[in-house]
């Protein structure tokens, strides 16, 4: 009856902006200083001793290692760009009317511009479901240019805590990433006339423990995969869904000479045939009829996960909390195994629009995700939008029973307890970096339908403030509060203390940073993880208080069945 009466009450709040008097329910900025500090002077020095390096980055690589010191500080390795100074970057592109259907689609273009070699070295932001207006844009590439780089980043010790990062600069990745991005120098002619915000930098993923440089004490498990991966794409192919439109961009420093690789895109795609369609179906079909024999495993028993969601009650009931995302994994060694295949075959059984194909060969990491979840984007106007989803009801398995689900959805008190917080915490979130009174939320629990489950989502959005930088806009965010809880830090906490093991890539981010200052990013989940010979898939759900400590079962169970019936299918 709380939550009913609450919900009524904030319905109506909801929808007009904040004013400028900041709201302080759930508000928790214990950094809240750093996200208007200063941004540091171009050149500051790096220490680049060569015994603090254990291994040296290939040419174009920039890595981050542990130093062999408890207090998990970072070293950097070929810390060449960001030390070099301002960077003044020119982009070409051009534009090809209506082809990309003549050409078989984005499907057809990606395996045949960066299909080859297993796909190694490739990115794809995949906007496979276009339904509603939900994405437009599609955006792929690989290893190419004199600006491509891979940056890896990994914590020290699961226990390093933002205290100790703090001590030197440049040794946390959001620090890196600001720096990168504030030292590029760009004319604005020169994208003049593009209808999408991505125009060439960096593209990759940000993981869930990077927490402890948004706000977190400390991480108690450490994450297998690296804590944030990204390729600075320097040549990108752009599909445009809505008018089928493809663009191909090039971008390069001022100082040198392009490369032909705008004239070797261009007539690759004139000579494309559609027959090459014809093999990768006939791929996917194959994999459909190939069942494997082992299934995955998940971190937790039903017992045990049940006994989590009661823990999680009970901190509820004292007051540590109104909202806990409680998650766990499920895995699955797999032998040797056609990637993109596989991700191939999950966008066509389960497209989403904030799909994504990374595959960083060195790191033998392939990430397969069909996200339906935008978690923050910043375009060209300064907007930042937040799409936050908390409510998940399987499909039904005909017309009647599937309406009859999405209305159940809709009008279920748990459901909209549990989206009504999150969404009250991204405007907190987004109150720190946006102008007074510029926060709203123009969609209050919207319901939308997927191929397995219908969902419901949200957006907020707010206007940014002029002296706060992209990757400010991101921390104060992240991680996203759809996969936390409220209030937010200290839910984090005791998610810690709860789960066996770390979330790694998966409750992290996928997504962009465009070298003029725009991003765009996603919540990952429905996700499927390849990384040295394991598949791992991230589940989970939201604990309030009305919650059914089985029913959360079910619905973890629900979100896992789209990726693992995937890689059933296709191992």
Known sequence: MIIFLLFNMFIIYLRFPLSSKPFLACMQVPLSSQLLREI?????????????YKQAPRHGEVAFGPEDSSFGMFNMVNFQHPSSGIKFLKLKWRKFDRLASQVGGPKNVFCELFGDNKAENTFWLDS?????GRARFSFMGGKGGSLWKQ?????????????????????????????????????????????????????????????????????????????????????????????DDVYILSLYEESTAMTPWLDDTEEKLINLKTSSIRNFEQTSQAA????????????????????????CLNYIKDGESYELCL?????????????????????????????????????????????????????????????????TIARGSSQEEDEKLKLQLQYSEKDQAENLMIVD???????????????????????????????????????????????????????????????????????????????????????FFSYNRTFDLNIVIRTVVIHEGEASIGAGGAIVALSNPEDEYEEMILKTHAPAKAVMEFD
């Open 288 to 311: 459909k009829l190939s069942l494997c024999k082992t299934a995955f495993v998940s971190d937790r028993s039903r017992e045990h996960y049940i006994r989590d969601v009661k823990n």
């Open 425 to 511: 915490l991204l405007r907190n979130d987004l109150g720190r970096v946006c102008e007074p009174g510029s926060v709203h939320v123009p969609r209050l629990m919207d319901v939308e339908s997927y191929a397995t489950v219908h969902t419901m989502v949200s957006t907020i959005r707010g206007k940014k403030l002029s002296n706060v930088s992209p990757v400010d806009c991101v921390r104060a965010a992240f991680p996203g509060g759809s996969m936390t809880g409220a209030p937010k830090l200290r839910s984090m906490e005791l998610l810690d203390s709860i789960e066996s093991c770390s979330r790694g890539i998966y409750s992290g981010s996928i997504g």
């Open 128 to 132: 496979s479901s276009i339904e509603k």
């Open 327 to 391: 998650t766990t994994q499920l895995r699955k060694t797999i032998r040797e195994i056609d990637s993109l295949g596989l991700y191939l075959h999950l966008r066509e059984t389960n497209p989403a629009p904030y799909a994504a194909w990374l595959n960083f060969s060195k790191e033998d990491l392939c990430i397969c995700c069909s996200s339906p979840e935008r978690f923050l984007r910043l375009d060209k106007n300064g907007i930042l939008e937040a799409k936050p989803i908390k409510g």
């Open 40 to 52: 540091p002077r171009n050149g500051q020095s790096v220490n680049h001793s060569d015994e603090l």
């Open 151 to 243: 940056v890896t980043f990994r914590l020290s010790d699961p226990r390093c805590s933002r205290l100790y990062q703090k001590l030197i600069f440049g040794r946390r990745f959001f620090d890196f990433l600001n720096k990168e991005l504030v030292s590029f120098r760009y004319d604005e002619n020169d994208y003049k006339g593009l209808p999408f915000d991505f125009h060439g930098g960096y593209i990759g993923y940000i993981g869930y423990n990077l927490k402890v440089e948004c706000g977190v004490s400390f991480n108690r498990h450490k994450s297998r995969t690296p804590d944030a991966c990204f390729f600075f794409a320097d040549n990108l192919v752009v599909i445009d869904h809505y008018l």
